[in-house]
């Protein structure tokens, strides 16, 4: 994982169970000079611990916490089979997607999954209906800096502290760079209740369809 100032560190993901709600915590540790450092990573609710495993990874790179850099030949992660099993502990769906597109595809809309609205652009987007270039991510309310639920872990703050302010400088900057590049973006929080998301995203597409078909009628006016 990136550690902040150019330093990677070797990390794993675990489960924290609450034996009076059982509720799952995803939890990413790493070790600093020996000593043990912890991020709350977000409830989980698969099915398996598998499953639970890899949504806590989803969330760790969701949150920018990983790095792509190559893995050093010391490294605990150095063999094929580490790195195959890593890469397979990560997953790309979280609970609020999964309603939100499950609501969707209910109302007749299609769409794809987790794709680069650009493909040269290194951003990925949640939902993506590339016809009516309308973008969808869908943010977690602590790595994204929730204005009404985000929080900082009261060990090593000031890191995290940076890090969720960089990960929504990004956030500003992709929408940015995609409207630029004639996209229509929506951002909407992990406690939006999803019919409202759903609603949403459904009157953005719809107008930007209309919009599409506008802009098409005038061109072919003009060629007339």
């Not at 550690?3 to 059982?22: C, F, I, K, Q």
């Amino acid at each position: 994982m990136d550690a902040g100032e150019g330093l990677l560190r070797p990390a794993t993901v675990v489960l924290n169970a609450s034996p009076r709600t059982g509720r799952v915590r995803a939890v990413l540790r790493w070790y600093v000079d020996g000593r043990s450092t912890t991020a709350v990573l977000g409830d989980v609710d698969r099915p398996t611990r598998a499953g639970n495993l890899r949504e806590g990874w989803r969330l760790a790179e969701e949150a920018g916490l990983l790095s792509s850099a190559p893995v050093p030949e010391s490294s605990w992660a150095s063999s094929p089979a580490t790195r195959k099993s890593m890469r397979a502990n990560r997953g790309k769906d979280t609970k609020p997607e999964l309603r939100l597109r499950s609501l969707l595809h209910r109302d007749g809309l299609r769409y794809r999954v987790s794709v680069r609205p650009v493909p040269t652009l290194r951003r990925t987007a949640d939902v993506v209906f590339t016809k009516a270039k309308v973008a969808v991510f869908v943010d977690g309310c602590y790595w994204h800096g929730c204005p009404q639920h985000g929080s900082l872990p009261a060990t090593n703050r000031d890191f995290w502290t940076e890090k969720i302010k960089g990960n929504k400088a990004r956030d500003a900057e992709t929408v940015r760079l995609l409207e630029q590049a004639g996209w229509k973006v929506l951002r909407v929080w992990e406690h939006v209740p999803p019919e409202e998301a759903a609603l949403l995203v459904a009157e953005t597409v719809s107008a930007a369809r209309r919009e599409a078909r506008a802009a098409r009628g005038s061109e072919k006016a003009a060629v007339e």
